[in-house]
């Protein structure tokens, strides 16, 4: 039965979209130390039979690595960290590093993301993160603390199957072109002048390449955000602003995506240079707490 109204006909079939997982699907190895479920074709999986708690043997980090590279989001249930664990499992990647402005936990590592009826939700927005820094993150570990009874989930994009899928010639257009990031459009906004213009000393604005190359596995990506990402380099200001819009929006489309839905013990490791998240802010006034360590990463090329 056609559900069209009349006089308006459904679109025909269009080309099929093809989404690729890696730079080479055709080397895909089996995971033999964890069962790992995948949430989308492209992005997400769940990863079973690791205690992130306990030392790790190197064929199951060896595993784990190609996993995040594979898959960009990692996600494990019934975990049992504390900071010390927390930041001992991310330093397996690298080093953990001290965010410049959230709130932290036990360790200056650990960053506390706590809402609740007199702090709602403010992550509900597409980004990666840090991009503001010259060396944005490798990734973040992030735990739930407190959840709401309902709701409250994180959804990641997939930036490198986001860029295949733009048509040609915006990506020809996107060649060589690279676009500012700064902090103060986000975390700048709250700040007192004063202090505002301390950090600003600190935390000057940083440019990137917009379609940034993977350090690890080569894939092509976007690499704006809607929080970080002001404007790009050269362009007069209205065809940045409608240029980023439509780069931001690949992230909203629900083929790149996957969501993440926390229980207690829920851990989720996304790869920070290739993902983008959304932090689903519906759950209003019930309290939700997360506990984040994330890793030095290295200057996008
Ligand atoms: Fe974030």
Redesign the pocket.
């Given at each position: 039965m056609s559900t069209a109204a009349p006089g308006r006909p459904v679109r025909p079939s269009v080309a099929a979209r093809v989404l690729r997982r890696t730079a080479d699907d055709t080397a895909l190895r089996p995971y033999r130390r964890f069962a790992l479920t995948p949430y989308s074709p492209t992005i997400g999986a769940e990863v079973e039979g690791v205690d992130l708690a306990a030392p790790l043997a190197p064929e199951v980090l060896a595993e784990l690595k190609r996993a995040l590279l594979e898959w960009k989001v990692l996600f494990f249930r019934e975990q049992r960290l504390d900071a010390a664990s927390h930041t001992a499992f991310a330093r397996h990647w690298g080093v953990p590093e001290v965010h410049p402005f959230l709130p932290k936990a036990a360790l200056p590592e650990v960053v506390r993301l706590a809402h609740d009826e007199a702090q709602p939700g403010v992550?509900n927005v597409w980004?990666s993160?840090v991009s503001f820094a010259p060396a944005p993150p490798l990734g973040s570990v992030l735990r739930a603390v407190e959840l709401p009874e309902v709701g409250g989930d994180t959804l990641w994009a997939d930036m490198a199957a986001a860029y295949d899928g733009l048509p040609e010639r915006v990506r020809e257009r996107l060649a060589g072109l690279r676009a500012v990031h700064d902090f103060l459009r986000s975390f700048g906004l709250l700040m007192p002048p004063a202090e505002r213009e301390r950090q600003r000393a600190l935390h000057p604005p940083v440019e990137h390449p917009v379609v940034r190359t993977h350090p690890e596995t080569g894939r092509e990506l976007i690499y704006v955000n809607r929080v970080f990402t002001d404007r790009i380099v050269g362009l007069p200001e209205g065809e940045s602003a409608e240029l980023l819009d439509l780069l931001q929006a690949q992230a909203a489309h629900p083929e790149y995506q996957c969501r993440f839905r926390w229980a207690p013990g829920s851990v989720a490791f996304w790869d920070n240079r290739i993902t983008q998240?959304y932090a689903v802010s519906d759950y209003f006034p019930a309290p939700r707490v997360m506990e984040r360590v994330t890793i030095t990463g290295d200057r996008p090329r």
């Open positions: 992550e980004h993160d998240h």
